[in-house]
Structures are given as structure tokens and as C-alpha cells.
């Protein structure tokens, strides 16, 4: 980007826990002589912020918590800001600590959130547990942070053309972010006034850079060719590591970025989080904590953390603080908690469990689950920080021989991030990468000095500014990650390209876009290879990345393995034609590693001038993946399909349509439970297209919609799913056209159930408004509905996990009543259990309902006398069911209960297991909890 219009060069630090600006005026800065004394130029920009009621005052970082006001409990006074506003929302100083007193209206770790797969990103989710607040998204509290720090730095300058959306802007991310949370960081800044032509850079880089300025004249005394810098960065939400090495090229020094991590949601949140248990422990009265008293006393934590792990020449040397918990509503003294939190005792448990010496291993085992999942969030499993340290530079042993022919030892370590200020912890890191590879003292990694951790991420970003325009040291970087697009074999294209249309619903093998280390703004073509895309409907490419295979160049085509981690697909409508056709066209991929620090990529028309965008599938989480044994060749499928024409064929023997089912299975010499997803979605694919078969006749349309039905179930996990729910959609909106039989009636229902997975939040909103009339009427109320297709639409309801809570609360309000001893069908039961689930199949984890909700349903289910009892203890399992996460999780009270009440139910072992320890859904649960079985192939990632 060509700086000479702008007068700043602006770098902003977006951290989980603080956020800070720094920015260098071009004005004052020689580029002609490159790298003397540049860094010196570089300035914080005390961001101002409210420091308390009323309070307007500059600090040097902004911290990344947002309040969001109640009618009552802030004053409209004391929230002025000096410019204008659009609505009450506040960040910064003020926010913490106000917040930390009130935290249902706190929003905190909201970058955490930007790279959690299975939440909803855009919707208003935060903060996570609250009730009775008007919540906001990831994305929007994001972006209430940037506006803050652009309204500020305007409100600083007054000048238009100074205006921050005018400057030359890098904003900071974990290296170890996702191309989704990274789309989602570009949008929260277009959405907070922002231009487009902002830089990314990653936090480990920028640290690194941070060191840079402040050796920019003598470097070469502390860092000699061929050393191996490893940055560790842990934060207030990640960690994050990258590897560095100083290397002689065209002889003249030069830094290249070696590797980067893994994604690790592992910091300064998980420490206080452990904190909190430890200090609860300590109460003399035992209390069972509301989710808002534990994120209160996990506040505190933090706050006495930081005072007592504060070096005494900073501060009074701390030895203890008290930390007081008070009570809520009536009891608020009497229940008042307090314990002391020692020094000696807060450096024990972080070096024991965070920071301790651990013995070597290759490689970092396959993760069963989550450990922690307090307030939602996916925390690693593994806290010990430093053995993740052993595992990435075991990883890249490869790498670092390959480049640098040694062990991966780091010759020098920079540390950053506010959880590794204390050299306690710097030492114990140091001690344990010793012990890891029998170093001995003299051959530890060297300190590479931070005196300024909160603020050195900021200061790099802004030196990186200036490295664009070829000002500073530079460090080779380019992408911390090589990407691979999925194709298939000749074989498997021949056999599947009549299914699905693409070539990437299960890949065998990947062709190499982007290698790592590209640097930002390279255009790659890829002449070599030619693809075929079907135009005028939506067509996915599988995309893969890999933070540390090596050696691997653009234009190689590859094994899928698991060194390769699965992106969100590339999705685009190639728009081709007047009529608007579907037709096979040639194209050409290109691809892009934009200077922004994102992948871009494009079709290219072979047959004419057209180019389309692929833009990376980001409003759903990739739930499902295709991964199959068995694909059936050609001329199978097309026998498959004149089998069908013939059935439903209005002029066919109707005699056909019973037993169509039987003949197929005849044909591929399968049971139609043991069909491959691709096969299912084939067929599906044919009856869609033919949807006029169902009104031949009643029969007609019971068989049309029970095998469309089953081949679509449950709705997703195949790439072109997206596109076939929009003409199912228009069915369901159609209604069933033989609605007073019968059996149509039921077979509608089910229909509606298999595919409700697919089916979006309005679309699902808009189903239980249409039932709601005679689901929701009082007795003797309403539409009169058999009972077989009562229980049907019941169970179809069930199944719309994106329904609002207070969708689901009504629908629960008139299921139990209807709850009878040995008169209920069991898939009443069932219904309940979906409704109220505690762990969602496929639903965004904002939409369980609340557990104070669910408890009022298990205290007025156990007073009943249950026969049968199987029944009734198998949903409470499931709405009782532990996640970790405290704010989805059921009172320890009610468990204490529920145990014995369930072994007096027979209820088995697994049950009790279930209420009482988190355990991953698995495979074989998957078919009781969705109501049938999954197609062959299907796996759902929990």
C-alpha cells in the first residue's frame, strides 16, 4: 500500500484481556535511511476511556471489557464520552471494574470467542449465560473495541484526513488464528468504521518486532546466524508460539519466521479460572456458586494475581490478599464469602500446573475432549503450558534440521504476554525446555528482553507499518501456514461428478495453493491444473491448512493425512449465462495471499472473460464431514434413477411405489441404512428434481416424502446440503397436498423432522410459529390432531435446535402436562430431551435452555410414580447432562439428587455417568439422540 497520502502508520494490539495503540508519524521519519533510529519514532497512544463514574481519563491501553448498561445501575451522566455515540455500550478501565461487581453485563474474552467453531459468531451470544440483558455478538463486542480506539484517536487528531480510517492500520491476531477468525477480525473493523485496506500481522510477530526497535543498532551483538529465536506469547485468552532463525542470505543477515503454532485457547483465563476452584475451596462456609459468582470471584483472581505476582520494585512486595465474595439478593452480608489467597501458594499452583517440568514425548496426543468449558469456551485440555512448548518444537524438529541442521533447542526466547511478566514463570519455562532436552544450564535459550509486555505487541505492529514500505529490519514471514484446496482422484471424479456436481464432496487428495512463508501480496496461477465447476448453483471447495509441513510448494498435489487440519469450505455461485443454466464450465484457480495477511482465491473461466470470488463459508460451523468407504459407480446411480422414474412415474404400475425401496437395495446389494452419504444425497437429488411425483396421488407423496426424507436426513453434512434446502424449503411451504389422509399427514412431519438440521434459524422460527396454534393451544383449544401425528410434530419441534429459548421454554410448558405414566409414547420423552439438552447436535450453544429451566422440570418430574421407568430417566439424562461449561451445567444440588433417584429408576451405569462427569458424545449415541440412525459416513464434530 503506497503510504505517501498518509501521514500515520497506526498499529493496534486486539487482546483478550487489553488492547493497546501505537502509531508513528510519517513526518517525522527520513526514509532514506532506512533502520537508523526508526523505532524511536514510534509512540504509544494513550487511549481515553472512562476510569469511573464520570471519569473521562487517557491510559496507556484500553481493556478489552464491555458493559452494557441496565436502566438503573450507571447513571447516563457519568457515561458521557467526548464524541458522540450510537448507543450506551462502554469499554475500557471502567467497564472491568463496574463489570466485575455486575457480571451478567460484562462481556469479556470476546476474541476467544472469534475461533470458537461451534458458536455462532454473529449472533448475540454475550454476555455468554446472562439472562434478562440485551446481548451482543463476538463480532459486534469486537468492534465496539475498535470503534472506541478510532472515535478516540479522531477525537485526538480533529483533522478528517488524520482520521484513523485514513491511516495506514495493522491490527494484531494470534498467529494461531483460523481464515474464519481472521474473516471475522476484518469484518468487526469494517463494521467499526474502518476501510478495507487493513493489515493483519500475527502477535508473536509483532513482539519479535517490538524487540527489533529496540535494537535496531545493535541486534547482531545479541543474535549471531544460524540462532533459533523461539517467541512465546501467552495471554489473557491464547497462546501462541512462533520460531525465528537469523540466517545469512545474499550476505547480509536476514530473519526468517521458521514455524508457528497450533491454536491453543489457553492463557491468563484458564489461570484464573483455577484460581477461582482453589480459592472456593478455601471458603469456611461451603457454598455452591451462581455462574455470576464465579465470574466474579474469577475476576478477583485475576486482579489478585496481578498484585501479587507484581515485582516488589514495581510495587509493595504482596504476600497475600483477601479475597471477599458477597452474597446475592436477601443474603448478600450473611452469605458473604472470604478467603486469603498467599503468595507462595498462587506461584505453587501456576508452576505445578501451568508451568511445571515436564518429561519429553513426540507428540501431542489426539485431544478426547475438553477439560475446561467454563462460560462456554473450549479450553485445551492440556494446561500445561510448557509441555505444549515440547510438543511444537518436537513438531518441527524437521524443519529446524532441514534449515538449520540442529535440534529444535531455541538459542534465545523472547517472552510475551501479561501472563509470563513474572520471571518465576520465564524461569520455569526456561528450566523445563532444559529438562526436555537434557540441556544443561549454560545451554538454556537466552533472554531476549521485554520490558514492556502489554504494550510491545502494539509497538511491533506499528514497526511492521513501516517494514511495508521498506523502512526497519525486516523478517522474512510472509504466511505462517501453506494451504491446500481438495480434489480427487481420476477414479473417484469419474465415479462422482454425476452425484454431487463437484469434485470435492470427499477428497483423496489436495493440491498445494499457497506455500508457506508466501510472501503478502503473491498472485499464484495454477495453469497446470485444470478444474470443472457446474455453474448457476452454489459450488464448495475442501480446503486444508498446515502450520508446519514443510517443503511443500504451490502446484504439489498430495495424500490427505493428518498433518493437515480441515478449513471452512470456499463456497461461490458461478453466475454463467442469460438462461441461467446449470452447465459444466473449465476453469483455472488463482489464488492470492492478500496483503491484508488472508488467502483470496478465484475461478477463472477458461471459455471466457468471467472471474468469480470464492468467499469462505463462515455463518455456520462445518458440522458434518464425508467420509466414505464406498462410492457406487455411474452406471449404478443412473440404473438407481430409472428405477425411481419408473415408480413414480404417473403412467407406472402404482404397484411399484411399496416396494421401491426393497428394489433399490436390491440393486446396490446394500440395506438402506448402509447407503454412503453420496448415494443417499444422488437419489435425494432426483426426487427433489421431480418433486411434481408427489401429486400423482396420496401414495405418491408418502413415499416421495419418506424417502427424500430419509436420503436427506438430517439435513446437512454434505457440501451442496446449502443448496438443496432452499427447494425443500419451497416444498415444506407448499404444505402437504394430500393433508386429510392419514398418513400423509404423519409422513409430513417426518419429512419435517430428517431435514431440520438444514434448516436456518428463521426457517425454523417460521415452523414453530406455524404449529404453535394447536402445539401451544389450551385444552379443547385449537386444531384437533390425531394422536400418532400429534407425536410426529412433537418430535419434528424437538428437532429445531436453533429455536429461541423462550420457543423452546413454551413448547416445554405444554409437553410435561401431557406426560403420563404408562400412557405417554416414548417419543414424548424423547422430544422433552431435545428440547431441554444440555450438549446440542448441531445448534449454536446459545440456544440451550437456561438450567435453572430445566431443574424446575426435573424436581416436578421426580414427584411422579414412572412405569415404564426407562423412559423418563433416559431424557432427564440427557437434559441434565454435564458439559463443563457452568452456565449450561444443572446445580450440584439437583445431581446430589438425581443420582440416587436414578439408580432407584434402574437407570444404567452410563446415565449416572453422564449427569455426573463430562463425556464426549459419541457415534453410537448419535442415532438415539437425533431419533434415528445417521447416513453411513456422517460424523459429527462435538
Same mark, same amino acid.
Given at each position: ?41 514510534? =509512540? ?63 462481556? &469479556?474474552?470476546?476474541?476467544? @470467542? ?22 451482543? &455478538? ?92 523461539? %517467541? ?21 543477515? +536476514? ?65 497475600? %490478599? ?23 501458594? /498462587? ?129 522474512? &514471514? ?79 498435489? /498430495? ?132 418433486? =411434481? ?55 409430513? @412431519? ?82 422433552? &430431551? ?19 429451566? %430445566? ?25 441434565? +447432562? ?61
Amino acid at each position: 500500500m503506497d503510504l505517501q497520502d498518509k501521514r500515520y502508520v497506526v498499529g493496534i494490539d486486539l487482546g483478550t484481556t487489553n488492547s493497546a495503540v501505537s502509531y508513528a508519524d510519517l513526518t517525522g521519519i527520513d526514509t532514506n535511511r532506512a533502520g537508523a533510529g526508526i523505532g524511536n519514532e514510534i =509512540k504509544v497512544f494513550r487511549v481515553p476511556q472512562l476510569t469511573g463514574p464520570g471519569e473521562f481519563t487517557p491510559a496507556p491501553v484500553l481493556p478489552s471489557f464491555l458493559y452494557i448498561p441496565g436502566d438503573y445501575d450507571v447513571s447516563k451522566d457519568a457515561l458521557k464520552h467526548p464524541w458522540k455515540k450510537e448507543n450506551d455500550l462502554f469499554a475500557g478501565v471502567f467497564a472491568r471494574e463496574h463489570g466485575s461487581q455486575i457480571p451478567s453485563r460484562l462481556v &469479556s474474552s470476546a476474541k476467544s @470467542w472469534l475461533c470458537h467453531s461451534r458458536a455462532d459468531r454473529e449472533a448475540p451470544i454475550l454476555p455468554w449465560g446472562s439472562q434478562n440483558v440485551d446481548k451482543i &455478538s463476538p463480532v459486534k463486542a469486537t468492534s465496539e473495541y475498535l470503534r472506541h480506539i478510532r472515535k478516540a484517536w479522531n477525537h485526538w487528531v480533529k483533522d478528517e484526513d488524520l482520521f484513523l480510517e485514513n491511516q495506514f492500520t495493522v491490527i494484531t491476531v494470534p498467529a494461531s488464528f483460523d481464515e474464519a477468525a481472521r474473516e471475522y477480525t476484518l469484518k468487526a473493523a469494517r463494521d467499526a468504521g474502518f476501510s478495507k485496506n487493513i493489515t493483519l500481522l500475527e502477535e508473536p510477530l509483532a513482539a519479535f518486532y517490538a524487540w527489533v526497535t529496540r535494537h535496531e543498532h545493535d541486534w547482531q551483538s545479541h543474535v549471531k546466524a544460524d540462532d533459533l529465536i523461539l %517467541v512465546c506469547d501467552v495471554g489473557g485468552g491464547t497462546t501462541d508460539f512462533t520460531l525465528i532463525s537469523l540466517k545469512e542470505a545474499q550476505g547480509s543477515p +536476514r530473519f526468517e519466521r521458521v514455524a508457528v503454532g497450533d491454536h491453543l485457547i489457553l492463557g491468563g483465563d484458564n489461570i484464573d479460572l483455577t484460581l477461582a476452584r482453589y480459592v472456593a475451596s478455601k471458603f469456611k462456609q461451603k457454598a455452591n456458586l451462581t455462574a455470576d459468582q464465579w465470574k466474579t470471584l474469577s475476576y478477583k483472581c485475576r486482579a489478585a494475581k496481578e498484585t501479587l505476582l507484581l515485582d516488589s520494585d514495581k510495587k509493595g512486595d504482596e504476600t497475600r %490478599v483477601r479475597i471477599v465474595l458477597r452474597g446475592e439478593g436477601r443474603s448478600l452480608i450473611a452469605n458473604t464469602l472470604s478467603a486469603d489467597l498467599e503468595k507462595d501458594e /498462587l506461584e505453587d499452583i501456576l508452576c505445578k500446573g501451568f508451568f511445571p517440568e515436564v518429561e519429553p514425548s513426540l507428540a501431542n496426543p489426539k485431544k478426547a475432549g475438553k477439560a475446561m468449558a467454563e462460560f462456554g469456551l473450549p479450553y485445551e485440555q492440556e494446561p500445561a503450558i510448557t509441555r505444549h512448548i515440547g510438543w511444537f518444537l518436537e513438531r518441527h524438529r524437521e524443519s529446524v534440521k532441514a534449515l538449520l541442521g540442529k535440534d529444535p533447542i531455541p538459542d534465545h526466547i523472547l517472552f510475551n504476554g501479561g501472563s509470563l511478566k513474572p520471571s518465576v514463570f520465564q524461569s520455569k519455562i526456561r528450566s523445563a525446555i532444559g529438562k526436555w532436552f537434557s540441556c544443561e544450564d549454560q545451554s538454556l535459550p537466552k533472554l531476549l528482553d521485554n520490558n514492556d509486555p502489554d504494550l510491545s505487541v502494539a509497538l511491533g505492529a506499528s514497526y511492521y507499518g513501516l517494514v511495508k514500505q521498506g523502512i526497519g529490519v525486516r523478517v522474512g &514471514s510472509g504466511s505462517p501456514r501453506s494451504y491446500y484446496i481438495g480434489i480427487a482422484s481420476d477414479k473417484f471424479q469419474d465415479k462422482h461428478r454425476s452425484q454431487s456436481g463437484s469434485y470435492d464432496a470427499t477428497c483423496e487428495n489436495v493440491l498445494c495453493v499457497v506455500e508457506r512463508g508466501l510472501d503478502e501480496g503473491s498472485l499464484i496461477q495454477l495453469p497446470q491444473m485444470e478444474f470443472e465447476v457446474v455453474t448457476n448453483q452454489p459450488v464448495l471447495f475442501s480446503m486444508f491448512s498446515s502450520s508446519f509441513r514443510s517443503g511443500d510448494k504451490s502446484g504439489d498435489i /498430495l495424500q490427505v493425512d493428518d498433518s493437515l487440519t480441515p478449513l471452512p469450505p470456499l463456497k461461490t455461485i458461478i453466475k454463467f449465462g442469460k438462461k441461467g443454466e446449470s452447465k459444466r464450465i473449465p476453469v483455472k484457480v488463482e489464488v492470492e495471499y492478500t496483503e491484508m495477511g488472508t488467502l483470496a482465491m478465484w475461478c477463472r473461466s477458461n471459455v471466457s472473460s468471467h472471474r468469480w470470488k470464492l468467499q469462505f463459508q463462515l455463518r455456520e460451523p462445518q458440522i458434518g464431514e464425508a467420509n466414505e468407504s464406498e462410492v457406487y459407480d455411474d452406471d449404478t446411480v443412473n440404473n438407481v434413477r430409472k428405477l425411481l422414474t419408473d415408480a413414480f412415474s404417473g403412467s407406472a404400475d402404482r404397484a411399484q411405489l411399496p416396494s421401491v425401496v426393497k428394489n433399490i437395495e436390491k440393486l446396490v446389494e446394500t440395506k438402506k441404512n448402509k447407503w454412503p452419504l453420496s448415494f443417499l444425497r444422488a437419489v435425494a437429488d432426483h426426487l427433489i428434481a421431480n418433486v =411434481k411425483w408427489r401429486g400423482n396421488s396420496p401414495e405418491h407423496e408418502i413415499r416421495w416424502l419418506n424417502l427424500t426424507g430419509f436420503c436427506m436426513r438430517p439435513g446437512f453434512g454434505d457440501a451442496f446440503d446449502e443448496a438443496r434446502i432452499p427447494k425443500l424449503w419451497k416444498v415444506y411451504l407448499q404444505r402437504s397436498l394430500f393433508s386429510k389422509a392419514k398418513q400423509n399427514a404423519v409422513e409430513w @412431519w417426518i419429512f419435517c423432522r430428517r431435514i431440520a438440521g438444514g434448516l436456518t434459524a428463521g426457517q425454523q422460527r417460521q415452523f414453530f410459529q406455524d404449529v404453535s396454534s394447536y402445539l401451544l393451544a389450551d385444552n379443547g383449544a385449537g386444531k384437533k390432531v390425531p394422536k400418532q401425528e400429534m407425536t410426529e410434530v412433537w418430535m419434528a419441534a424437538a428437532n429445531m435446535e436453533r429455536l429461541l429459548i423462550k420457543d423452546k421454554i413454551a413448547l416445554s410448558k405444554k409437553l410435561i402436562p401431557q406426560l403420563k405414566p404408562g400412557k405417554t409414547p416414548h417419543q414424548m420423552f424423547w422430544a422433552l &430431551s431435545r428440547i431441554g439438552a444440555r450438549e446440542l447436535l448441531y445448534g449454536s450453544v446459545d440456544r440451550v435452555v437456561p438450567a435453572k429451566e %430445566v431443574e424446575r422440570w426435573t424436581k416436578r418430574l421426580m414427584k411422579i410414580n414412572w412405569t415404564p421407568k426407562d423412559q423418563v430417566a433416559a431424557a432427564l439424562a440427557q437434559i441434565l +447432562r454435564k458439559t463443563g461449561d457452568r452456565t449450561r451445567d444443572v446445580s450440584p444440588e439437583i445431581i446430589q439428587i438425581m443420582v440416587p433417584w436414578l439408580e432407584q429408576m434402574q437407570a444404567p451405569k452410563k446415565s449416572l455417568n453422564m449427569i455426573q462427569t463430562v463425556i464426549p458424545i459419541e457415534s453410537a449415541d448419535e442415532a438415539s439422540i437425533f431419533g434415528e440412525s445417521l447416513p453411513q459416513g456422517l460424523i459429527l464434530k462435538h
